[in-house]
């Protein structure tokens, strides 16, 4: 795979690089923002989608054990996590897998816990159902982020929590929760009763040897209050195919999941996302390595730039994914202030941290899932912004 292609994605109705105009009032802008990557998908994830375009029927398409072997056989050999088949169902999304445990789990009304800031469809998801968002904030601590246990203690007792969604790995820090973490969250979670949503759709993509542990996979107990949300879109850059599996072991509990999704009218996948998952599951691990070892060099150039050219300001060193957290509280600026900047002046787009939530001011997000020479564009045009 060649990682230093610029592909054109002008002109292919891309959120990313055909909406600039629409969402920011720039059409001159770098995109960087959405976690969206600028790599061509594997060729045996587009190999399967060209063979289910030349069977040329397009009837309703269910996933089947087949679909389901795959995903079993991928967590198992990508994170050492055996998973029963029949705890697995399948949804467009893992937004939209949110949407719906939500409300399969909670009342309105109901506390759901965050750990701000976080990804930002985890607010919408919470309070657009009716539910109320119960702010966990994480903690800086020697340049990246600690869980406040301190804090999760008092905030879970409340009898209205009745659901935690956690982060594993963190969007938008990339910080990756180690077992000793998971074990005291879900020991409080199931002394209080919470359900653990837990969003692992950046799982794959782990960085220099780190490891994921998904937190259903820590216990029997852990399991049966978990739902883990888990998908190929980030890893193979497919989000547009809509394709996730939602991991559910406790029988009652994926009933309510179904449930849920039957009545908002969702009933699984459609034919090319079923294609495409079998295919990424199945055939997508070595290209998938190469991708690692790519990004993680795109990594290492931003932090060598920063430390040379940008010094004020700090990079939270990604455990896992391709996005990086940039502190620019240093230069004391507003948020409007900084966005501007980076807007006008800079002409690049990032994601301002304040869509993430407490916590977020002064920083913003880089997608650095793109060619080398996009990254150092992007960089530069940082540095201009702020001169």
């Not at 966005?339 to 002046?345: G, I, R, T, W």
Request: aromatic letters at 8%; proline letters at 5%; glycine letters at 8%.
């Amino acid at each position: 795979m060649n990682f230093d292609k610029q592909e054109q994605r002008l002109g292919t109705q891309s959120v990313k690089w055909d909406k600039t105009g629409e969402l920011f009032g720039v059409t001159d802008a770098l995109p960087m923002w959405v976690a969206d990557m600028d790599f061509r998908a594997p060729e045996a994830i587009t190999e399967a989608l060209k063979q289910r375009l030349e069977q040329g029927i397009f009837g309703y398409t269910a996933p089947d054990q087949k679909t389901k072997d795959a995903v079993c056989a991928w967590m198992h050999n990508r994170h050492s996590w055996k998973v029963n088949p029949e705890s697995i169902t399948f949804s467009p999304g893992v937004v939209t897998a949110l949407g719906m445990a939500v409300q399969a789990f909670t009342e309105p009304k109901d506390q759901v816990i965050v750990q701000s800031p976080v990804y930002t469809p985890f607010y919408h998801m919470i309070e657009k159902n009716g539910r109320r968002i119960l702010h966990n904030p994480l903690k800086e601590k020697d340049g990246t982020y600690v869980m406040d246990f301190e804090d999760l203690e008092t905030k879970i007792s409340d009898p209205s929590v009745k659901m935690f969604i956690l982060c594993n790995p963190h969007n938008p820090s990339g910080r990756a929760w180690g077992r000793d973490d998971l074990l005291k969250l879900g020991e409080l979670c199931l002394e209080h009763g919470v359900t653990v949503v837990s969003d692992e759709i950046h799982s794959d993509l782990m960085l220099y040897g780190n490891t994921h542990t998904p937190f259903a996979s820590l216990s029997d107990d852990f399991a049966e209050i978990s739902v883990t949300c888990a998908a190929p879109s980030k890893t193979f850059n497919i989000a547009g195919l809509q394709a996730s599996a939602i991991i559910i072991p406790d029988r009652l509990k994926r009933a309510k999941f179904s449930a849920s999704l039957q009545r908002n009218g969702l009933g699984g996948l459609n034919a090319f996302a079923v294609s495409a998952i079998e295919a990424a599951y199945s055939k997508g691990g070595p290209w998938l390595d190469e991708l690692i070892s790519y990004l993680e060099k795109n990594m290492d150039e931003a932090a060598a730039f920063l430390t040379s050219e940008l010094p004020n300001v700090k990079m939270m060193k990604p455990d896992a994914s391709y996005l990086i957290w940039l502190d620019f509280r240093a230069y004391g600026l507003s948020d409007a202030e900084l966005q501007q900047k980076m807007l006008h002046k800079g002409k690049i787009i990032l994601e301002p941290g304040t869509k993430y939530g407490p916590g977020g001011e002064g920083f913003m997000r880089l997608n650095a899932g793109c060619p080398l020479a996009t990254l150092q564009d992007g960089l530069r045009r940082i540095k201009t912004a702020l001169e």
